[in-house]
């Protein structure tokens, strides 16, 4: 199931365990059971955004997870969980 990460100062439906930074979620899929199951690899990619600490920890624009080369606004966690850009 993939899964929309979009930076967020209002709202964020998630924030990052290292440096507390908010992100929006947009679910391809809406079962509870579904999303539970993702947020320890979202929690797992948020920490490895931590990994490198010669650039910005977190990407500005959103992104995916798991990665995938299209553009987020494109993915189907944008397009099934209505992301709007």
């Known amino acids: 199931m ?5 930076p967020s100062e209002s709202s964020p439906d998630i ?10 979620l947009f679910w391809e899929r809406t079962s509870i059971a579904d999303r539970q199951a993702r947020l ?10 931590h990994a490198d600490l010669a650039v910005v920890a ?6 995916t997870i798991p990665e995938w080369s299209g553009l987020p606004q ?3 966690a944008a397009l099934l969980g209505g992301a709007s850009f």
């Not at 993939?2 to 979009?6: H, M, N, R, S």
């Not at 924030?15 to 929006?24: E, H």
């Not at 977190?58 to 992104?63: A, I, L, R």
């Open 40 to 49: 320890s690899d979202i929690y797992d990619k948020l920490r490895e955004h």
């Open 15 to 24: 924030y990052c365990p290292v440096c507390l930074m908010g992100f929006r």
């Open 74 to 76: 494109f993915s189907g």
């Open 58 to 63: 977190h990407p500005e624009t959103p992104f």
């Open 2 to 6: 993939q899964v929309l990460c979009a």
